[in-house]
């Protein structure tokens, strides 16, 4: 089994790349793949908890806490959450905070990554 | 694998969205990525700018003055600064009118590299040499 990293910068909500992001992932560590997950730019404000899914828009903290379950590195920039004024106490649990090195290091140990751009 | 190599892309002018800065800040992550690696272990990477990207590298951007914020500019110079291999295309360079005095460069840091102007051939060369190639 391979290891996968992806970095995603599209927002939760506003494009399907983080929904596709989601069940990307979901398929790859169903199949028995190591997957690590990087968020930065926009894609950061997935990190919050307490998100309300209505129907209308896409949602990101049950996936999230279901391939953070499945042992799913998930780690967001710590600079672009705080920027758009998440704080480690309002994100959800088990997703790491972290810097850019943090996601190139993943690189670095992956055989495949997908790097998903932002709007 | 001891060696990584990496091609950061910039395809994206830069203000209209953050990619552009987001590159080159991703890019000169590498300087600090060996305390998460084993020893031997490097992450070596070349920031290339293509198609509207080329804008970034203009000279005398008022970021700080116009929006408050540090310019695509001062991030670049940075990248230069810590000696990363910058590309940009030649043939989009010309296609935009933009000629090599209107470029900045990072020789008032003290920086060794500079822009390097090349043939969007060089890049492609880059691009199928990386190990991974990160679009922004």
């Known amino acids: 089994m391979g290891t996968l990293t992806i970095g995603i910068f599209s927002s939760l909500i506003g494009s399907m790349s983080f929904d596709f992001t989601?069940?990307?992932a979901e398929a790859a560590v169903n199949k028995g793949h190591k997957v690590n997950l990087w968020f930065s730019g926009n894609a950061t404000s997935a990190a919050k908890n307490n998100q309300k899914h209505l129907k209308d828009y896409s949602t990101g903290e049950k996936p999230l806490k279901a391939l953070l379950e499945k042992g799913v590195e998930i780690c967001t920039c710590e600079a672009c959450t705080s920027a758009r004024g998440i704080q480690k106490t309002d994100a959800i649990e088990k997703i790491q905070w972290n810097a850019m090195h943090w996601y190139l290091a993943k690189i670095h140990h992956s055989d495949r990554v997908l790097h998903i751009g932002g709007e | 694998m001891a060696h990584t190599k990496l091609a950061f892309i910039s395809q994206r002018p830069p203000y209209k969205s953050e990619n552009p800065k987001l590159a080159i800040t991703h890019t000169i992550?590498?300087?600090i990525v060996e305390i998460l690696l084993d020893e031997g272990e490097t992450v070596v990477p070349t920031l290339?700018?293509?198609?509207?990207?080329?804008?970034?590298?203009?000279?005398?951007q008022k970021a700080m003055e116009n929006y408050g914020m540090t310019s695509t500019e001062t991030h670049l110079k940075n990248a230069l600064l810590v000696d990363v291999d910058v590309l940009v295309c030649k043939e989009d360079l010309e296609r935009f009118?933009?000629?090599?005095?209107?470029?900045l460069d990072a020789e008032d840091m003290g920086a060794d590299k500079r822009l390097q102007i090349v043939p969007f051939e060089s890049i492609q060369k880059e691009i199928e040499s990386a190990n991974h190639v990160l679009f922004f």
Do not use: W
């Open chain 1, 22 to 24: 989601m069940k990307l």
């Open chain 2, 29 to 31: 992550a590498y300087q």
């Open chain 2, 48 to 60: 290339c700018f293509i198609g509207e990207g080329v804008l970034g590298c203009l000279k005398d």
């Open chain 2, 97 to 103: 009118g933009i000629t090599e005095d209107k470029l």
